[in-house]
């Protein structure tokens, strides 16, 4: 592995946004399939069955834009926030006076386990897409997506310091 534009230590701000990213791409995957399924006879089994499948995938698809879009390589971001993820509906289950939503450590272990595998493969897929990993090539680095986004986060970087010398001097 290896880093492009970013530092490699671990950005709890890219660990928080794929917390609310995994939520936002459950909600968009559910705004889209929502319409084809609702008002139509299926098993309420099939419902579950769905939520399950945009629950695990927005995971995988968090992680993923999370590896294309960060700056570096970030992989353990995502799969901690996927976790974090986890633990927030655990932490629910924990207040709701229900029988149904039970408070077991063990489900918080095997489902942030799922989740925080899920987010890893997504967000390794995505450097992966990026040219920032390779599983056999260690020079990976020099790919062109990889100094693409390298460059695209050094200009804006190099954007916001101009922005902020302006508004100091004017």
């Known amino acids: 592995m290896r880093t492009d534009g970013g530092s490699s230590s671990f ?17 968009a995957i559910g705004a889209f399939v929502g319409p084809f399924v609702i008002g139509k006879y299926v098993s309420p089994m099939f419902h579950l069955q769905l939520q399950m499948l945009m629950h695990l995938g927005s995971f995988y698809v968090g992680g993923f834009l999370v590896g294309m879009l960060s700056p570096g390589v970030r992989l353990t971001e995502p799969a901690v926030g996927a976790f974090i993820s986890v633990a927030v509906v655990w932490l629910i289950s924990f207040f709701m006076p229900s029988w149904f939503y039970h408070f077991d450590f063990t489900r918080l272990l095997v489902g942030g386990g799922i989740a925080f595998a899920l987010a890893l493969a997504g967000a390794y897929s995505g450097e992966k897409l990026m040219g920032n990993v390779e599983a056999d090539d260690p020079a990976s680095s020099a790919s062109a997506r990889g100094r693409l986004r390298a460059r695209m986060w050094n200009e804006t970087d190099g954007l916001l310091a101009q922005h902020r010398e302006r508004d100091r001097a004017g």
């Open 11 to 27: 950005s709890q701000a890219w660990a928080f946004l794929s917390v609310v990213l995994f939520l936002a791409i459950e909600l």
